[in-house]
């Protein structure tokens, strides 16, 4: 299958939905491809990238940091990137920065930039195809 | 001929809305297109042999394809299907965007 640039918008807030991680393993297929990858991360999905979320460990189940393993999506995404440049292709994530500012997540991690709706339209003009994955 | 790939990620039993999404995938496969229903998340519990199934299988015999997620299957404990009902990976979703069918989640 030939390169295609291909865009997913996201809604939902971190670790309320599961219609994230279902848009995880979806980017993930498309990164392993080599696919030119373009995300925009709107309402909620806007804390997605945000730089200081931290790992934590559960004493409730009595585990430490290292057996708690917690995933943030914050990693999620750094990884979807290493992964997408390892296969050859990019991605372009961009965060709405309105949502971002009634947040208080501006501090993204690398790789990924502030941006409006206006570079949602942007994405599906450039695009061979568009996923929306709406909140509920 | 147009294909679309509707994507269900709620369960009916939760939602009323999803008997219409069956609906529309039924009346796109009526109007001459080629149409794929992907189950995932909550929306696996229909593919149990169960009430909802029928409308699902019916589907199946409408020409409509029905596939469920099989990692959510995994998840839920679900391993048998009912008929016409298919496991797939989520790679499906990748496959039609790259085909360019119109994908739409719901």
């Known amino acids: 299958m030939a390169k295609r640039t291909l865009t997913i918008a996201l809604m939902d807030a971190p670790y309320e939905s599961a219609n994230l991680t279902t848009a995880f393993r979806i980017l993930d297929v498309a990164a392993r491809r080599g696919h030119d990858i373009n995300v925009f991360a709107y309402e909620g999905a806007a804390a997605l990238a945000f730089a200081r979320q931290a790992a934590h460990p559960n004493p409730v189940h009595g585990k430490n940091l290292a057996e708690e393993n917690h995933p943030t999506t914050k990693d999620q995404v750094a990884a979807l990137l290493a992964e997408a440049a390892r296969n050859g292709g990019k991605v372009d994530w961009v965060n709405c920065g309105m949502c971002v500012d009634e947040r208080g997540v501006g501090e993204f991690v690398d790789g990924t930039r502030r941006g409006s709706p206006a570079d949602f339209q942007a994405f599906v003009d450039a695009s061979d195809n568009t996923l929306v994955i709406p909140t509920k | ?106």
């Open chain 2, 1 to 106: 001929m147009i294909s679309y790939l509707l994507i269900e990620s709620r369960d009916p039993f939760e939602s009323n809305d999803v008997p219409y999404y069956y609906e529309l995938a039924k009346a796109l496969r009526e109007a001459g297109n080629e149409v794929t229903l992907f189950l995932v998340q909550n929306g696996v519990l229909a593919a149990r042999p169960s009430a909802p199934a029928a409308a699902l299988s019916a589907l199946g015999q409408s020409g409509v394809k029905v596939l469920a997620d099989e990692f959510s299957l995994r998840e839920r404990g679900i391993a048998r299907l009912a008929e016409g009902i298919a496991a797939a990976a989520i790679d499906v979703v990748v496959d039609h965007l790259e085909a360019g069918s119109r994908t739409l989640w719901h």
